[in-house]
């Protein structure tokens, strides 16, 4: 069976200070992947999606990246926090359209 | 612009009630429509899948509606339990093109049910 691993599951960081999160998909080849943020509040905003090794695009201009270095492996980074960076990071996959986005438990980022 | 609109934001019910929830999309061309129900400080689970020929889709006690023509949704939530408390998320798929697969997603709506 599919599984999908976020870690870690909260996150306490200064501003300034560079940031790496890293989501595992596990039983199946070429998913789709996706980071999303969750402000207190909001909808999910869809930071970066990915449909193949290094092939990233990116939704919104911020200050932060994504890489996808390996076909199961999807890391959201940045090398400078900001305040507004805090929120709930969720990353999902999917491997067709028809079939539902299978999310990870998300990281909660809290920036001081 | 593609968005999905819910309402209401949030509802509180007594344990054992019904509720519905809305979902308005200007999702075009449409593909399908997901709810999903999101526990606090967990990621979204999906609850049902509508495309466009269906009209009904129910999941235990949760049945989804859909109708195509005016672009709306519902979800009916029967004999209300403690463990319903959560946000409800309508997630709505267009047609896309060159492999690539981006929902809309909803506010949701943030459902309390009290004992």
């Known amino acids: ?112 | 612009k593609n968005q999905v609109e819910q309402s209401p934001q949030s509802l509180i019910i007594l344990e054992g009630k019904n509720c519905t929830l809305q979902c308005n999309y200007t999702v075009s061309p449409f593909s399908n429509l997901r709810w999903y129900k999101q526990d606090t400080g967990r990621g979204p689970v999906s609850l049902t899948i509508m495309t466009f020929s269906e009209n009904t889709k129910s999941n235990g006690r949760y049945t989804a509606t859909l109708d195509a023509d005016t672009k709306q949704s519902s979800l009916h939530i029967t004999a209300s339990q403690l463990s319903d408390s959560a946000s409800y998320i309508c997630v709505v798929r267009g047609v896309e093109s060159g492999g690539s697969y981006i929902p809309t997603f909803g506010r949701g709506t943030s459902l309390i049910v009290h004992p």
Do not use: M
């Open chain 1, 1 to 112: 069976s599919q599984t999908i691993h976020q870690w870690p599951a909260t996150l306490v960081q200064p501003v300034g200070s560079p940031l790496s999160l890293e989501c595992t998909v596990e039983g199946t080849s070429n998913p789709n992947l996706y980071w999303y943020r969750q402000a207190a509040g909001r909808g999910l905003q869809l930071l970066f999606y990915s449909v193949g090794i290094g092939q990233i695009s990116s939704e919104v201009p911020q200050n932060l990246s994504a890489s996808r270095p390996q076909d199961r492996q999807f890391i959201l980074s940045s090398k400078k926090l900001l305040l507004s960076d805090s929120g709930f990071y969720l990353c999902a996959w999917t491997d067709s359209s028809n079939q539902p986005q299978h999310f990870g438990d998300g990281t909660r980022l809290s920036i001081l």
